[in-house]
């Protein structure tokens, strides 16, 4: 863990013991994306644990940025593993160059919320306002399982299976999985490459013809 993050530990339990065990609320370590969460509490929100990979939305943000150099995002939506809804928040830990170098996120199931909506008054709704291209955030428990996410999206945007689609097609494809921040994670070149039935140097390729039109 980068140790300017240890300071906020003390913070993750506080925070969950104030919000109760409907929040989770983890940090994040931005310096290995595949392993970024470093510590938690109920985590049985979204299914994650400690060493657990970055979220979508985290990936997104250290791939593209935030607007605005905002220091937090809020009450947007969120989706477990399991599929539950989640009204989630996120608040930047920037280092003296206000590089981000960590998050700090409080994730909430809106379960019992959902059922006391109509009786009350005052809870934020949640909102894709706010995050990066209106993103929907989501949470898995491995590597394998975010790149799959957005791989399966890519295709079946595309309507045709990965043995029909065009090398421009694929192009486009790497194109999205660049943007959405998946070739951070250790590994996805030959996950992708498997799941577009080419071969790693061809997605190395891809990649660097996307890096290269800008």
Do not use: W
């Given at each position: 863990?980068?140790?300017?993050?240890?300071?906020?530990?003390?913070?993750?339990?506080?925070?969950?013991?104030?919000?109760?065990?409907?929040?989770?609320?983890?940090?994040?370590?931005?310096?290995?994306?595949?392993?970024?969460?470093?510590?938690?509490?109920?985590?049985?929100?979204?299914?994650?644990?400690?060493?657990?990979?970055?979220?979508?939305?985290?990936?997104?943000?250290?791939?593209?940025?935030?607007?605005?150099?905002?220091?937090?995002?809020?009450?947007?939506?969120?989706?477990?593993?399991?599929?539950?809804?989640?009204?989630?928040?996120?608040?930047?830990?920037?280092?003296?160059?206000?590089?981000?170098?960590?998050?700090?996120?409080?994730?909430?199931?809106?379960?019992?919320?959902?059922?006391?909506?109509?009786?009350?008054?005052?809870?934020?709704?949640?909102?894709?306002?706010?995050?990066p291209d209106?993103?929907?955030?989501?949470?898995?428990?491995?590597?394998?399982?975010?790149?799959?996410?957005?791989?399966?999206?890519?295709?079946?945007?595309?309507?045709?299976?990965?043995?029909?689609?065009?090398?421009?097609?694929?192009?486009?494809?790497?194109?999205?999985?660049?943007?959405?921040?998946?070739?951070?994670?250790?590994?996805s070149i030959?996950?992708?490459?498997?799941?577009?039935?080419?071969?790693?140097?061809?997605?190395?390729?891809?990649?660097?013809?996307?890096?290269?039109?800008?």
């Amino acid at each position: 863990m980068n140790p300017l993050l240890a300071k906020y530990c003390p913070l993750v339990d506080f925070l969950a013991e104030v919000c109760g065990r409907d929040a989770e609320v983890v940090l994040i370590d931005v310096a290995d994306m595949d392993h970024s969460v470093v510590a938690i509490r109920n985590g049985h929100v979204s299914g994650r644990s400690i060493g657990s990979p970055a979220s979508s939305v985290a990936l997104r943000v250290m791939k593209t940025g935030v607007q605005g150099d905002a220091d937090y995002l809020v009450n947007y939506r969120g989706v477990s593993n399991d599929g539950k809804t989640l009204r989630s928040s996120t608040y930047f830990i920037r280092d003296e160059g206000r590089r981000i170098i960590g998050m700090l996120c409080v994730n909430v199931d809106t379960g019992r919320e959902e059922q006391l909506r109509s009786l009350l008054e005052g809870i934020p709704k949640l909102s894709d306002a706010g995050t990066p291209d209106t993103a929907v955030e989501r949470f898995k428990s491995s590597m394998e399982d975010i790149a799959n996410d957005s791989i399966e999206r890519a295709i079946r945007e595309a309507g045709v299976p990965p043995s029909r689609l065009s090398q421009d097609e694929k192009v486009a494809i790497v194109k999205g999985l660049n943007d959405d921040g998946v070739f951070l994670l250790k590994g996805s070149i030959a996950y992708v490459a498997e799941k577009l039935c080419v071969s790693e140097a061809t997605v190395y390729r891809y990649l660097n013809s996307v890096k290269k039109n800008g």
